[in-house]
């Protein structure tokens, strides 16, 4: 079985341009959506949890690591997004570089990872507005029987979606603007409450935890090496940085956009590593406030930031804290549902998955099927599932998404050395190679569970790749010597 058949570069090319997508966005609306997805829970909640539970104030070292390791693998993706400019992102630069069964693994995974996310944070915001609203816990909220709250919200965001990525564009740049300005708002108004004291020691000295876990909640690294659990010092500050790197997830959405851009080869590198330096700024210097704020022991993990202000006597910075949570989780579902349209239709439209999914509407030019599709799965989950246990396999899932695109970088310069590239990652093939050893080691952090899930994840998908998608890709339809081994 020819399952690392690769697709043509100028084969991808050719599909782009004639995919019926409309090109309207600027590198400004990439910008845009960049920090609608980035910037959501990791802000509002993990930094809060994870100084308590693992970092003390190093979770701001912990934010650090986890935005170089973002970074580099953007550097990739800005290289692969500016000379490829397509729908499929990750998938479709590993179908032109390491083949078919990659290309399904990373697209399946990506799937994982933009689904659940959606379905986690869609949760999240019924709660939220719930507690902002005083809406009835019957209804919103995790101890809702049916959480009719997160259904809503993906049904009205989905239709916005469905509409147009220009419409959709504005409604996540709107909601950028509050969020932003919420966490401006935090910085600021937390220096008036800064306490040098509480960031001493930075990185508390390593401790056994609190609480014995079994092998299964313990990081893989800990149990292949052994290790007796721990929290704080350096080790914490590693598990921290692989759990807040949840929060820099979904960066990677960009390169989905590439049909719809109006000039991909240079907005689409603007828009990666433009929204990427803005977040990583904007969540160290909300980390900083917070620690100092606050005893890292004392920071309530339910709300964090909106918690710190009213512990220091300020609860009108707690309801804008609120507010900026629900828009930031709205503009975190919306790029969510917009990019696994966009994904399903790459895979669709090279037979992966059934063709009817890469139908893009007459009207409003979007993939409507895969969006809807996609929404239901979502709805169901959210609805009836209480999955924020399953956080981490947003991490895991990007990760190994990242891992590939990071070899995908120096084997198309081997592969297409002559291809336009418009942006080139420095230092290639050192860069992405480190890449790639930095996301598998942030993946070694995380816990032995999330990978068996991961593990159960790919199997399913790779039953339905070789029971499907192998026997109906355009690729096994086309002429033999159009698809190379």
């Known amino acids: 079985m020819n399952v690392f058949r690769t697709m043509p570069v100028e084969d991808i090319l050719t599909r782009g341009e004639r995919s019926g997508l409309i090109r309207r966005l600027t590198g400004k609306d990439l910008i845009g959506f960049g920090i609608g997805i980035i910037i959501g829970t990791g802000v509002f909640t993990l930094a809060g949890i994870e100084a308590k539970d693992h970092a003390g104030p190093g979770v701001v070292l912990s934010f650090v690591v986890g935005g170089i390791v973002a970074a580099l693998a953007a550097l990739c993706y800005a290289e692969l997004s500016s000379a490829v400019p397509t729908a499929g992102s990750a998938y479709t630069y590993g179908y032109a570089t390491l083949g078919e069964l990659f290309a399904w693994i990373i697209g399946w995974d990506l799937l994982l990872e933009f689904a659940l996310g959606a379905a986690v944070v869609s949760r999240s915001w019924s709660g939220y507005i719930a507690n902002l609203l005083g809406l009835p816990a019957e209804w919103f909220g995790e101890d809702a029987t049916v959480n009719v709250g997160a259904i809503l919200i993906i049904a009205a965001l989905t239709a916005i979606a469905v509409i147009g990525i220009r419409e959709s564009s504005w409604v996540t740049?709107?909601?950028?603007?509050?969020?932003?300005?919420?966490?401006?708002?935090?910085?600021?108004?937390?220096?008036?409450?800064f306490t040098g004291a509480h960031l001493d020691p930075f990185i508390p000295p390593s401790q056994p935890a609190a609480e014995s876990a079994t092998a299964l909640e313990q990081p893989l690294v800990q149990v292949l090496l052994g290790m007796e659990q721990s929290m704080y010092g350096i080790g914490g500050v590693f598990t921290a940085a692989a759990i807040v790197f949840f929060a820099y997830t979904g960066f990677e959405a960009l390169a989905n956009l590439g049909e719809e851009t109006r000039r991909p080869k240079r907005d689409l590198p603007v828009g990666l590593l433009g929204s990427l330096v803005v977040c990583t700024l904007l969540y160290v210097l909300v980390a900083i406030v917070l620690t100092a704020m606050v005893d890292?022991?004392?920071?309530?993990?339910?709300?964090?930031?909106?918690?710190?202000?009213?512990?220091?006597?300020?609860?009108?910075?707690?309801?804008?804290?609120?507010?900026?949570?629900?828009?930031?989780?709205?503009?975190?579902?919306?790029?969510?549902?917009?990019?696994?349209?966009?994904?399903?239709?790459?895979?669709?439209r090279d037979g992966l998955l059934p063709p009817k999914l890469s139908q893009v509407h007459p009207k409003w030019g979007t993939p409507h099927r895969m969006?809807?599709?996609?929404?239901?799965?979502?709805?169901?989950?959210?609805?009836?599932?209480?999955?924020?246990e399953l956080?981490?396999?947003?991490?895991?899932?990007?990760?190994?998404?990242?891992?590939?695109?990071?070899?995908?970088?120096?084997?198309?310069?081997?592969?297409?050395?002559?291809?336009?590239?418009?942006?080139?990652v420095p230092l290639s093939p050192w860069l992405p190679i480190l890449s790639a050893v930095a996301c598998l080691y942030l993946m070694t952090n995380l816990d032995v569970i999330t990978w068996l899930r991961f593990a159960a994840w790919l199997v399913i998908g790779l039953l339905i790749y070789f029971f499907y998608g192998y026997r109906n890709a355009q690729l096994a339809k086309e002429a033999p010597d159009t698809a190379h081994d």
Do not use: H
């Open 296 to 348: 890292y022991r004392q920071i309530d993990e339910g709300a964090p930031l909106a918690a710190a202000f009213q512990s220091v006597g300020q609860p009108w910075v707690a309801a804008l804290i609120s507010l900026g949570a629900v828009t930031g989780l709205t503009s975190v579902m919306m790029v969510e549902l917009v990019t696994i349209g966009r994904i399903g239709f790459a895979m669709s």
């Open 173 to 193: 740049n709107a909601l950028v603007v509050v969020k932003v300005a919420v966490c401006v708002l935090v910085v600021v108004a937390g220096l008036f409450f």
């Open 371 to 388: 969006t809807i599709g996609g929404a239901v799965v979502i709805m169901v989950l959210a609805g009836f599932v209480p999955i924020s």
């Open 391 to 424: 956080a981490d396999m947003v991490s895991i899932g990007a990760l190994s998404g990242f891992v590939i695109v990071s070899l995908a970088v120096p084997v198309l310069r081997r592969t297409k050395p002559d291809l336009q590239r418009p942006f080139r």
